[in-house]
């Protein structure tokens, strides 16, 4: 079945440092990647995806590449903030009529200032 | 607009006792999804509905019932609650097309002693 693998946090970085946090998949066919987000206490929040290989998602200087022939889609940000603090998802949708998504296990990110 | 809502917020139970946690969408979303969130297990899906008069089992629906109501709610009932049940509590829509984004509620947070 399809399955996701994230790099195990957490991860501490000081402000203006860049971010690299690793993802990788399984799936058969061709899945649609994503990148959640999610701030203390809150829900998650899409915060990019990418619908088919060599795509790059990008929002608040974030962005992430699909990766086709490595299976990866592997997040990063060149100088995060100390507001980027919080756990970050990556998930596929591997299609079909139901539209599932399958989440890693999320990487917890603080900034400190 | 106020997206997907869930009722309660929080919640307190003792072993034995039912509850039903309620979900609401108003973005005319076709698909609905609940899931629960534990610490270093990321996000899993309990139960789902692709559309409006069908669900279908997630990954981890057992000690759960669901309700689609209509195509706005889509309810969540632990009928005998037991402390492995103790989670943060998602409910997510999607728009049921080959975008494949899952919006997400607040989440409920439930304990059960």
């Known amino acids: 079945g399809d399955s996701v693998t994230q790099m195990e946090g957490p991860v501490t970085l000081s402000e203006e440092a860049f971010l690299t946090i690793n993802c990788t998949y399984t799936?058969?066919?061709?899945?649609?990647l994503f990148w959640y987000v999610q701030y203390p206490g809150e829900g998650l929040q899409l915060l990019l995806k990418?619908?088919?290989?060599?795509d790059k998602g990008s929002n608040k200087g974030f962005e992430a590449t699909y990766r086709k022939e490595t299976t990866s889609f592997h997040l990063e940000k060149g100088s995060v903030q100390v507001s980027d603090s919080a756990v970050y998802f990556c998930?596929?949708?591997?299609?079909?009529?139901?539209?599932?998504?399958?989440f890693g296990k999320g990487t917890l990110l603080t900034v400190n200032p | 607009n106020a997206g997907v809502t869930q009722t309660p917020k929080f919640q307190v139970l003792k072993t034995g006792q039912s509850m039903t946690l309620q979900c609401a969408q108003d973005?005319?979303?076709?698909?609905m999804y609940w899931y629960r969130q534990d610490p270093g297990m990321g996000l899993r899906l309990i139960y789902y509905?692709?559309?409006?008069?069908?669900?279908d089992k997630g990954e981890v629906p057992n000690g759960y019932n669901v309700s689609r109501l209509n195509k706005r709610e889509f309810s969540l009932r632990l009928e005998s609650a037991a402390p492995s049940q103790t989670s943060v509590y998602f409910c997510?829509?999607?728009?049921?097309?080959?975008?494949?984004?899952?919006?997400f509620g607040p989440g409920t947070r439930l304990t059960v002693t």
């Open positions: 998930a596929l949708s591997g299609g079909g009529s139901n539209y599932k998504l399958t």
């Open positions: 799936a058969t066919g061709y899945p649609s």
């Open positions: 990418a619908t088919k290989a060599d």
């Open positions: 973005m005319n979303h076709n698909s």
């Open positions: 509905s692709a559309s409006e008069g069908t669900t």
């Open positions: 997510a829509s999607n728009a049921g097309t080959a975008s494949y984004e899952q919006y």
